[in-house]
């Protein structure tokens, strides 16, 4: 079955980039699409088809996807970014989400 | 605006089988531009995906919970259903009723419900 793969934490200091990657094989053949979890809340997509913004989320969150990986990059990271994020794909009629990474900015 | 309203018994009994229902409002749900879906997150671990399905009954399920699985749709009260059979301990999570996009074929969920928390014990 097929996996995706994201670090499990990632830590930031406010103002400064974030990168979150997820691999899988072959994952820039398919659209990847990130999800944003806070605490005791739904997840809320981020991003779609690699790197479009739903509308009312920020600037600062843009996305890329090729080779094996994606990135979620969030750019000037703010203290309101700390949160689990996750990714997304599609295999073979199989929805597949990656572990999720809890991003820490401090 | 889009809502999407779980309900359902937050507490079923090993083997028993758990019902919930999700009420859309602020848009049609018979439209075939979208999906209605499930997702699930056990306590304080990832989301896993259940499946999904359309205002005609085309339906994907997680191969893994296949056996077990059920959504159906009924467009006339703007509502979807899941069942689950045979749950044991391991169905504990809180399960999230979703909107699935196609724009390009492949899915993503750009609507959520809050999510309700389901307990299997007995």
């Known amino acids: 079955s097929y996996e995706l793969t994201q670090p499990p934490s990632v830590s930031v200091s406010p103002g400064q980039t974030a990168s979150i990657i997820c691999s899988g094989d072959?994952?820039?053949?398919?659209?990847v699409s990130w999800y944003q979890q806070k605490p005791g809340q739904s997840p809320v997509m981020v991003i779609y088809e690699d790197s479009k913004r739903p509308s009312g989320i920020p600037e600062r969150f843009s996305g890329s996807n090729s080779g094996n990986t994606a990135t979620l990059t969030i750019s000037g990271t703010q203290a309101m970014d700390e949160a689990d994020y996750y990714c997304q794909a599609w295999d073979i009629t199989t929805v597949v989400f990656g572990g999720g990474t809890k991003l820490t900015v401090l | 605006q889009l809502q999407l309203q779980e309900s359902g018994p937050g507490l079923v009994k090993p083997s028993g089988t758990l019902s919930l229902t999700c009420f859309v409002s602020?848009?049609?749900?018979?439209?075939?531009?979208?999906?209605w879906g499930w997702i699930r997150q056990p306590p304080q671990k990832g989301l896993e995906w259940i499946g999904h399905i359309n205002h005609s009954g085309t339906t994907y399920y997680n191969l893994s919970l296949k056996s077990r699985v059920t959504i159906s749709i009924d467009t006339s009260k703007s509502q979807f259903s899941l069942n689950l059979g045979s749950v044991t301990a391991a169905d504990t999570a809180v399960y999230f009723c979703?909107?699935?996009?196609?724009?390009?074929?492949?899915?993503?969920?750009?609507?959520w419900g809050q999510g309700t928390l389901v307990r299997v014990s007995s």
């Open positions: 979703v909107r699935v996009t196609l724009d390009r074929g492949d899915p993503a969920f750009d609507s």
């Open positions: 602020g848009a049609s749900i018979d439209t075939g531009h979208y999906y």
């Open positions: 072959k994952l820039g053949d398919k659209y």
